[in-house]
């Protein structure tokens, strides 16, 4: 039986032809049986995509031989092409939407002005150096962090990437910008832009943790400073990095620890929301248990 695996990475860097660089991803990825998701702006690249070991690696090879994408840290993880609905390639004004397309400024070295990179183990030396000063800010979007995230991590009030930049402007993290702020996300691409958008708002001491919570939990697992699972946008829904995760989720209908998100019921609504396996089977209610926002 052949294996399979996804694999998640980003690269910024002026794409002159993002229409041109759609179409032949498209191709490349129908061509080796892949599925997932890849958005294209004139700034870099940013996919997720799974199928046949072998194929991955090709699309993955054929892919670095675009000049700008050369250099592109590849994150692996289990998975396949099942894992996704369908193949979906597109081009977008950001790779990642904040809503501030004309304030990043990417070169062919990638983003401009944005945080200190520190792999993880940089991130424990920092934390060894400054202690408690050393803020972790969470760039993803507030939901996720209900099953995991870094220990005493600063969460804002996010539904979607986009609200960042009211975060940011609200005063509410303005005691932050004399601290070092350790900014993570996912896979790191999130951090990238977030970072810049900080520094350009007066945060001092800025730093992203590079390859995001995918490659900390490669390193640490879940011996580190993070706890909990990761979530993740296909039908895995999450994953996590050892067989001995903290289970920080709790079922919205009876409180039993999970890390399960489930859709709400409600055609109209479909929040998701944490539910146990029990809760989830029980008389197929997954409505709000507070009522719905839709």
Not at 89 to 118: Q, W, Y
Not at 190 to 195: K, N, T
Not at 264 to 286: I, K
Request: hydrophobic share 35%; with cysteine; glycine share 12%.
């Amino acid at each position: 039986m052949a294996l399979h695996r996804i694999v998640l990475f980003y690269g910024f860097t002026p794409v002159a032809d993002p229409d041109a660089v759609r179409l032949w991803q498209r191709a490349l990825c129908e061509q080796y049986g892949l599925t997932g998701r890849i958005l294209i702006s004139g700034d870099g690249i940013n996919a997720t995509v799974g199928g046949e070991l072998d194929a991955v690696k090709q699309y993955v090879k054929t892919t670095r031989q675009y000049r700008g994408f050369r250099d592109i840290d590849v994150k692996w993880s289990q998975g396949s092409a099942a894992d996704f609905p369908r193949l979906s390639v597109k081009v977008r004004d950001e790779i990642v939407s904040f809503g501030a397309p004309g304030e990043l400024k990417v070169d062919e070295e990638g983003v401009v002005g944005g945080g200190t990179h520190l792999a993880p183990k940089q991130v424990h030396e920092l934390v060894d150096e400054r202690g408690d000063d050393v803020v972790f800010f969470d760039g993803r979007n507030a939901f996720e962090a209900q099953i995991g995230q870094f220990r005493g991590a600063v969460v804002p009030d996010t539904a979607t990437t986009a609200d960042f930049v009211r975060e940011l402007e609200s005063g509410k993290y303005d005691d932050l910008k004399h601290r070092p702020v350790l900014t993570y996300c996912t896979g790191g691409i999130r951090c990238e832009v977030l970072s810049a958008l900080m520094r350009n708002r007066g945060f001092e001491e800025v730093y992203q943790l590079d390859g995001g919570i995918v490659r900390y939990g490669q390193t640490y697992g879940d011996d580190g400073l993070w706890e909990g699972s990761l979530y993740v946008f296909d039908r895995r829904m999450h994953v996590e990095f050892s067989d001995h995760a903290k289970t920080l989720g709790a079922c919205v209908r009876c409180g039993t620890g999970t890390s399960t998100f489930e859709n709400c019921s409600n055609p109209a609504c479909r929040n998701l929301q944490l539910f146990c396996s029990g809760c989830a089977t029980a008389d197929g209610d997954r409505s709000c248990p507070d009522g719905c926002a839709a």
